[in-house]
Structure formats: structure tokens, C-alpha cells
């Protein structure tokens, strides 16, 4: 069959003034406008700060798009990053440099002055201090992708919408948790199983977790992306 005429004579007969709305394609016969990204033609983000979180929100069915998937890029700039992440026996510090109030200390401590160009060189056995932004550099780094499926409130809704990650060569990701490299990309896809068109609410964070492979415990390394074939 030639789409193209049968579109065509639709508009003869039925008139040109196609509904673009996804949700009535079928009923109005114009699913040349039920187009969307595939796995192989993704949307696409690109990702250098981490902790960053993306958020889709949309609808999918057969009366319109039946999937949507998203290439997602990461490729951190190590000198910057927006959280701290500990170190091993080390705990992250908080410091308010905008404090102007004397009176405002601690049971016992006084204020710090935090001076970046005294003491260049090790004193009484103590190395200078650094005060950096920049992500750490991490033998063999690996960062967390976490994908959470916010919902709708609409449970005959929500059960039948699928979410999947996905790596860097199309397979599909067994948990909503994946570890991959510093430099690298993978795919989020969404599908529905149902019969109607179904609005999802999807988070997907990256960086909340930033660690080097040989720190990685074996409850964590399960989550490395791998490839299956």
C-alpha cells in the first residue's frame, strides 16, 4: 500500500486539517506524525558536572510514540564538581567563608582565618592545606547513574511503563543502577506496555557516586555496565 495516497485521499475525502494532538493519530489516520527517537537516533545530553540530574516527562503509546530513548553523554570536567566526595578514614568539611558575625562559633572553637598563601611548606610535621573544587583523580574512576521512576500517582498507569538503562553498545541494563567510566555514554529508554497512551515522570541521576575501581566493593561492581555479547 502507498501511504503517501492513502494519506491523500483521506484529506479529499475527510478534509486537510489533520490532528497532530499524539493521542489521536489513530483515530484521525495520521500517524506520519507519530514520530520519535529510536535507539539508534536518540535525543541526546550531554553531561560534565556531577551530581547532575535529568528529568523526562512526557507520554508514550501505541496511539503515538511507542518509545523514547535518550543517548546521554558523560564527560566529566575534573576541576570542577558540585558535591564533595569522601575519601577513605576522611570526612567532607563545610566552610562558610561569608560569616561576618565574631559572635557566631562553636562551644569552645573560635573562629579560622583561612589564609591560601601562608605556610607553602610543611610546618612542625604538617603538610599545607588545600581548598579545591576539583574532582579528585581516581585510578580506574567509575561514576553512578541512578534512574527513578518518580510516577504519576496513577498506579493502573505506572505498572505498565517500563524504564530501562542502557550501555554504551545498546544492551539493555539489568538494575535501574549502573556504574560507568568518567568518559563515556550510555541510553535511557522508555517503553509502554499497555494498550493506551501513558504519561511517565523519570529522574535520572549521574554522579552521586564517584570512585575508583579498586575501592568499588562487590555489591557495587555488579553494577558495572558490561558487555553482553
Not at 52 to 75: E, M
Request: glycine share 4%; proline share 5%; charged share 20%.
Amino acid at each position: 500500500m502507498d501511504v503517501t495516497e492513502e494519506i491523500l485521499l483521506q484529506n479529499i475525502v475527510y478534509g486537510s486539517s489533520d490532528n497532530t494532538d499524539p493521542g489521536s493519530l489513530v483515530s484521525s489516520r495520521s500517524l506520519n506524525y507519530a514520530t520519535g527517537p529510536s535507539i539508534h537516533r536518540p535525543d541526546k545530553a550531554h553531561i560534565e558536572l556531577i551530581p547532575y540530574s535529568l528529568h523526562f516527562a512526557d507520554a508514550v503509546g501505541p496511539f503515538g510514540v511507542d518509545n523514547y530513548f535518550c543517548k546521554v553523554t558523560v564527560n566529566l570536567d575534573l576541576r570542577y564538581v558540585l558535591r564533595c566526595f569522601e575519601e577513605v578514614f576522611w570526612e567532607c568539611a563545610q566552610i562558610n567563608g561569608k560569616n561576618d558575625d565574631p559572635t557566631d562559633y562553636e562551644q569552645g572553637w573560635n573562629q579560622a582565618n583561612i589564609d591560601v598563601l601562608a605556610d607553602p611548606v610543611p610546618v612542625n610535621s604538617y603538610d599545607p592545606s588545600t581548598l579545591s573544587v576539583a574532582l579528585s583523580r581516581k585510578a580506574d574512576a567509575y561514576v553512578s547513574i541512578d534512574l527513578d521512576n518518580l510516577k504519576t500517582g496513577n498506579q493502573y498507569i505506572d505498572n505498565w511503563l517500563d524504564m530501562r538503562l542502557y550501555t554504551s553498545e545498546r544492551q539493555m541494563h539489568p538494575f535501574n543502577r549502573m556504574y560507568i567510566r568518567s568518559q563515556d555514554f550510555f541510553y535511557v529508554g522508555i517503553a509502554a506496555r499497555n494498550s493506551r497512551r501513558l504519561p511517565y515522570n523519570i529522574k535520572c541521576t549521574v554522579g552521586t557516586d564517584y570512585i575508583a575501581g579498586d575501592a568499588m566493593t562487590a555489591d557495587q561492581r555488579q553494577y558495572i555496565a558490561k558487555n553482553l555479547l
